[in-house]
């Protein structure tokens, strides 16, 4: 049960003693893109979360300091909750949770510039189906760039996909995961060895009305460049700062046929029956850029 607002000591950035625990109660991969200096992270969410904190937190009378992703959510509420219930009896929320803590230590070196893709941490995802099923996997990164100006808005950037390291999750070499991606690769669908990379220009960027901290907050207008043809395409992302960058998250649906892309199209050919395959292919971009 949440907490009402009321009823939550909450603490400011510049009140944070040596003597607090920082704990982050978001999710580990949360964490990992980006956390407070010194925090540690028990996620609220997980059915331990009290065990491990009376693991690390033996003293009841401890001062513990808690924080979540911004003042949008009520991770951090949930947390305060639980270890009242648990009989802590110093426990506050950082007001406003690691964005707010970002916002006030972000400098102007760190907000504009280019900053380079993160190839490691970020992650292109695909999805295709047909009537009955579909298959999954990941696109390669080759390279990638974002500009941002100096009021720290997104001006510029561009993505590049390898083709050649298209790859599928779901399926394994004896379940025929290698004579997918060969599919994949042929003229059947995107002609790797003639057309290698597919890229993503940013035109214009605008904001989203009404966006709140855990959705979409930008729509981004560029060239999206597939098999050797350029067509404009249009997606809304949650774009937002993390430690030392930005981070960028979006997913949406492309029409394949579009960019030439013509294999199993009902819209092209009759009488497909188990070899159509869906017009639409959904992508979930997880892209990380830090300044060099």
């Not at 951090?76 to 006030?104: M, R």
């Not at 729509?219 to 043809?229: A, C, N, T, Y």
Request: proline share 3%.
């Amino acid at each position: 049960m949440l907490p009402a607002p009321e009823n939550i000591r909450y603490v400011q950035a510049d009140q944070l003693s040596e003597n607090s625990v920082l704990i982050d109660v978001r999710s580990p991969d949360a964490f990992e893109r980006s956390h407070i200096g010194g925090a540690i992270n028990f996620c609220v969410y997980e059915i331990a979360f009290i065990d491990k904190v009376k693991e690390y937190i033996a003293q009841l009378d401890q001062t513990i300091v808690v924080y979540g992703e911004s003042k949008a959510f009520r991770g951090a509420d949930y947390a305060f909750q639980k270890l009242t219930d648990a009989g802590y009896t110093d426990i506050s929320v950082l007001e406003g949770g690691l964005a707010n803590h970002q916002k006030s230590s972000f400098t102007s070196d760190i907000e504009s510039g280019t900053f380079k893709i993160d190839r490691m941490k970020s992650s292109i995802r695909w999805f295709g189906r047909n009537l009955s099923n579909g298959h999954e996997g990941t696109i390669g990164i080759k390279e990638g760039s974002i500009d941002i100006n100096g009021s720290g808005e997104l001006s510029n950037g561009m993505v590049v996909a390898d083709m050649n390291a298209i790859d599928c999750s779901d399926l394994t070499e004896e379940s025929g995961k290698n004579g997918l991606i060969a599919h994949l690769a042929s003229s059947d669908f995107f002609e790797v060895s003639k057309y290698p990379i597919s890229k993503f220009e940013l035109k214009e960027v605008n904001k989203v009305a009404s966006s709140n901290e855990g959705s979409p907050n930008l729509s981004i207008k560029g060239d999206f460049k597939i098999r050797g043809k350029t067509l404009p395409f249009e997606f809304q992302a949650q774009f937002y700062p993390i430690e030392n960058g930005y981070g960028l998250q979006a997913q949406f649906d492309l029409n394949r046929v579009k960019w030439g892309v013509l294999y199993g199209s009902g819209s092209v050919f009759e009488s497909l029956g188990m070899h159509l395959v869906c017009d639409l292919v959904s992508l979930h971009l997880q892209l990380y850029f830090n300044k060099p």
